[in-house]
Every structure is written in structure tokens, then in C-alpha cells.
């Protein structure tokens, strides 16, 4: 028992240290790395609904699979981007 002790105490003080260094290397970047992640969401949610929009998706056939994934991403999307009604029926009520 003694032994694991020392062994809780190492791991706590692994995690402090790890979360000290990511607070000082990290946190700078963190909204750039965000924002980007946000844009290329963006991109993504765009092209994959851009039939809805009058445009062909070459990707479709690809692409198929993610749409249930993605609707709740697209509805995020186009309120961001100041749609009020979605051209897909059903997204928005």
C-alpha cells in the first residue's frame, strides 16, 4: 500500500506538469487553432451541401456517408452564415 502512494503522487504531479505546459505553450494559440478548425468545418459543410445551393458536388458519391453525421454541423453553418431558412426542407423549423 505504501507503495502506491508514491506512485499517485508521481502521476499527480505528471499531470500538473503536463497541464502547466500546455497552459504556457498552448493557450496563445488556442483561438487560431479553433478558428481554423471552425473555417475548415465551414468549407466542408459547404461543399457537401452545395446541391442545395443550385451547385453540382463532385464528391457526392464520396461524401455520402457523412451526411447524417453532418446535418447538425450544416444547420450550425447556416445560421452563421446568416441563412435564416435553409434550402434543404426539414433542417429548420
Given at each position: 500500500m505504501s507503495a502506491e502512494r508514491p506512485r499517485r503522487s508521481v502521476r499527480e504531479r505528471w499531470r500538473r506538469l503536463l497541464a502547466f505546459h500546455d497552459e504556457l505553450f498552448m493557450a496563445p494559440w488556442r483561438s487560431g487553432v479553433r478558428r481554423e478548425a471552425r473555417r475548415q468545418e465551414d468549407l466542408l459543410v459547404a461543399l457537401m451541401f452545395c446541391e442545395g445551393f443550385g451547385v453540382e458536388n463532385p464528391a457526392a458519391y464520396h461524401t455520402l456517408e457523412l451526411y447524417p453525421e453532418m446535418i447538425a454541423a450544416y444547420h450550425d453553418w447556416?445560421?452563421?452564415?446568416?441563412?435564416?431558412?435553409?434550402?434543404?426542407?426539414?433542417?429548420?423549423?
Open positions: 447556416h445560421r452563421r452564415q446568416g441563412l435564416d431558412n435553409a434550402p434543404h426542407p426539414g433542417v429548420c423549423c
